[in-house]
């Protein structure tokens, strides 16, 4: 009886309610998807609403067998999202600060920066610093935000003495050219190897003297390895090939500097391509951390054998030999390393300059790579051909690359909150696996459609979706 009371407008407004109470289910949705990365009804269905149906099973010695098995996978995962020191990092007073000049942008985030800051307390820092007032001096200095203000404690470190420390920090932020930055350093290299080689006198005669030597030691291979890009910067590239592999041979133990990266860019600019394959063979292992640099140059080697002859229809036809298929693996190795290279590298997209830090099988990673290595891809023919054809096989090796890998261990998750901390605002980061619109935003749009559809039938049609109700009623019935 009160069924059969209802009037076309109840259904109007009870439809339209329906639409709009959806409605402002989907834009809160697609708010949060958006700001988070997840679904808010998802999230709160696995967290709170599930372990009330009993869908969590507490079970300790289940939970505990998990977590051994998971043990190796959550450590690789913790030390692939450290943040590590780009090696190939430009010099800011005579590279980012021009940039900043002629485009009135920052190339560098304050995140960044601040990560330099503290590298350098550590490299370039000791407790006895104290004890020496030009040493003291470059100690407040590093700390200090304003960059003149650097600049005005390294000058006033140098009126006391010969500073190497002092100088790295002018080679660094007040040469507006490469070619006085090296003069710069040169002059550092000066002061720095006199202070290592008296601190190397007495590094045994206690932990303070041991303190300073380590401190003496970075600094004099910071400096060895910057003089080297600075001649690889003005066109001496032998030279900074010579210098690197010295300096490699002469503290083979410092390898949180990365020189062998410096040295395989440097190298293929040479087109010594036996000599990238020695240097390979040696950092190329399964127990050193990968980057995106040994992968991908070991990809270009094996694409150099093939790509010059390389044709996808000919390919398709008679299937890859033995070296296109070395060379494939290669590729596919790499892509699955760092996904956000190839459109880089196939200029798909623009590049900006790299950060100082950069995040392992991140965009950062990827903009780093691609800025130095862009023009060995190039010189070598077919190459690019080869890669664009071929890497976005890759992708369905690995469905679901969060949850599981193929030579390496599962995509860390943490890679698009990193690089938008290390890469600048103007930048739009490259995010890998692209997130797919989770399965409650999609019901609650097809719902708000649904019912907005029946509202507007209700209006316009009145009579004849109340015969349709009444048919409903009836069958129910």
């Given amino acids: ?77 913790v030390s692939e ?17 021009r940039y900043t000049w002629v485009t009135g942008r920052e190339p560098l985030t304050y995140y960044d920066m601040n990560l330099s800051a503290q590298d350098h307390q550590t490299f370039f820092t000791c407790d006895s610093d104290h004890l020496r007032p030009a040493d003291a001096i470059m100690q407040k200095a590093w700390r200090e935000r304003n960059p003149q203000a650097r600049i005005s404690a390294a000058h006033e470190a140098l009126e006391i003495n010969e500073c190497a420390t002092a ?4 080679a660094e932020e007040e040469a507006t050219t490469i070619a006085e930055a090296e003069k710069l350093f040169k002059q550092a290299l000066k002061a720095g190897d006199g202070c290592y080689r008296r601190s190397q006198q007495l590094q045994h005669h206690g932990s303070q003297y041991e303190a300073q030597h380590r401190r003496d030691t970075n600094v004099l291979v ?17 030279e900074a090939v010579k210098m690197m592999r ?53 990809a270009l080697l094996k694409a150099r054998a093939v790509s010059d002859k390389f044709s996808p229809e000919a390919a398709s036809r008679r299937g890859l030999s033995t070296a296109e298929m070395n060379a494939v693996e290669a590729i596919h190795r790499a892509v699955e390393f760092n996904p956000h290279v190839p459109k880089y590298l196939l200029e798909m997209k623009s590049l900006i300059l790299p950060p100082e830090h950069i995040l392992k099988r991140g965009d950062s990673e990827a903009i780093a790579y691609a800025f130095f290595h862009l023009a060995h891809w190039k010189r070598v023919e077919g190459a690019l051909n080869l890669l664009h054809c071929t890497w976005e096989g890759t992708f369905r090796m690995i469905p679901y690359p969060l949850e599981k ?44 459609s649904f019912t907005a559809m029946l509202a507007l039938l209700t209006h316009q049609f009145p009579e004849l979706m109340g015969v349709f109700a009444k048919a409903g009623r009836c069958l129910e019935s």
């Fill in 246 to 298: 010295d300096l490699m041979k002469e503290f083979p133990l410092l390898s949180m500097f990365n020189i062998h990266e410096n040295l395989l860019e440097a190298l293929l600019e040479l087109q010594a391509y036996a000599d990238v394959q020695a240097v390979l063979a040696k950092y190329d292992d399964i127990s050193l951390p990968k980057s995106a640099t040994i992968c991908y140059t070991a």
């Fill in 1 to 77: 009886m009160f069924l059969n009371t209802l009037t076309p407008k109840f259904y109007v407004a009870l439809t339209g309610t329906s639409s709009l109470i959806s409605g402002l289910i989907l834009i809160f949705e697609w708010w949060y998807f958006r700001k988070y990365g997840t679904s808010f009804i998802e999230q709160v269905s696995v967290s709170h609403l599930r372990p009330l149906l009993g869908g969590v099973d507490n079970n300790s010695s289940n939970n505990s067998n998990s977590s051994n098995g998971d043990s190796d996978s959550n450590r690789q995962s």
């Fill in 81 to 97: 999202c450290k943040v590590w020191r780009n090696p190939l990092n430009l010099f800011r007073g005579a590279e980012y600060n």
């Fill in 405 to 448: 890998g193929h030579l390496f261990y599962p995509y860390p998750i943490c890679t698009e909150t990193a690089d938008r901390e290390l890469l600048p605002s103007f930048h739009e980061v490259s995010v890998y696996p692209k997130k797919e619109l989770p399965f409650f935003i999609l019901f609650t749009a097809g719902l708000c």
């Fill in 222 to 238: 910071y400096i060895k390895r910057r003089l080297a890009m600075c001649a690889r910067r003005l066109g001496r590239t032998r």
């Fill in 167 to 170: 100088y790295i920090l002018l």
